[in-house]
């Protein structure tokens, strides 16, 4: 056995190490996943002809439900699993072509690969690995299996304006005419800001901007800071959903994107705005 502890080992390398050394089957049961790096992986050891089958907390993923209806159109096998009187399915282990396992702390998350102290021990022993198999068996017996969109349907390709924004309610409105409302240059009083805030909250706008960073400091793959004028910062943070994943991380800083998102918090005091619901526009 090998045990590894963070940060002096960089565990989602290690994890990563291990997904793209498998070659027929990874069987996972960990309370959550959000990790972009990690769901890449899953995705292309699928994608070379892996069974990849997951075991998820039952409540931690309905949370998010598009996360899993995702994974399951890209081909993933993702079942659900909660504990035993409204508590949660806590495991944390990985086989990888039932010779392999990783069991410990780490969650396959941002947060645990960012902030948290882990540790994690890789085994091989036969009969260790049996038992976790004998366990995860035990665990697909009593999950129930996610059913989502045809992998064909799950790469969504917005059509054309108008008809992409069907059911949106949409301001024809520049981020630069938004910022002489709200941003430095305004004119009104934060009260005003506050009742105008109010007629914009929750519609959307279709903007242009330049990457500047992707999840920095934060816990989210999915939330990109973007600039709009000549200045170093982000003005803008936008959530996109998980049909953009692929696209997400293929992003670098500089990168020019077209998107549409809506808006959910004005900007503050060093804060840019907040958008959500984003979606990449080609």
Do not use: C
């Amino acid at each position: 056995m090998e045990v590894y502890f963070s940060p002096e080992t960089d565990i989602l390398h290690l994890f990563r190490q291990q997904i793209n050394l498998t070659k027929t089957s990874l069987y996972a049961a960990i309370s959550s996943i959000d990790s972009g790096e990690l769901v890449q992986a899953l995705l292309e050891a699928k994608d070379r002809g892996v069974r990849v089958q997951l075991v998820l907390d039952e409540e931690y993923t309905l949370a998010d439900p598009a996360q899993a209806k995702f994974l399951v159109g890209r081909g993933l096998d993702i079942r659900l699993l909660g504990g035993e009187a409204g508590g949660h399915m806590n495991n944390n282990f990985a086989i990888f072509d039932g010779r392999e396992l990783l069991t410990g702390s780490y969650n396959w998350t941002e947060r645990s690969q960012r902030f948290n102290l882990e540790s994690v021990l890789l085994a091989k022993e036969p009969a260790v690995v049996a038992a976790y198999i004998q366990e995860f068996e035990r665990l697909i017996g009593q999950s129930v299996e996610v059913t989502g969109p045809s992998p064909t349907e799950t790469k969504r390709v917005l059509p054309p304006l108008p008809k992409e924004l069907a059911g949106k309610e949409f301001l024809s409105i520049s981020f630069h005419e938004m910022e002489r409302m709200f941003g430095r240059e305004s004119q009104l009083g934060s009260t005003e800001k506050k009742r105008a805030w109010e007629d914009y909250q929750g519609k959307y706008v279709r903007w242009q901007g330049v990457v500047v960073h992707k999840g920095a400091a934060r816990m989210d793959w999915n939330k990109v800071g973007i600039r709009h004028g000549q200045g170093k910062e982000a003005d803008v943070e936008v959530s996109f959903n998980w049909n953009n994943m692929e696209d997400i991380l293929t992003l670098r800083e500089g990168d020019s994107i077209t998107y549409m998102a809506r808006l959910s918090q004005r900007r503050g005091r060093g804060a840019p705005y907040r958008l959500d619901d984003g979606e990449l526009l080609k």
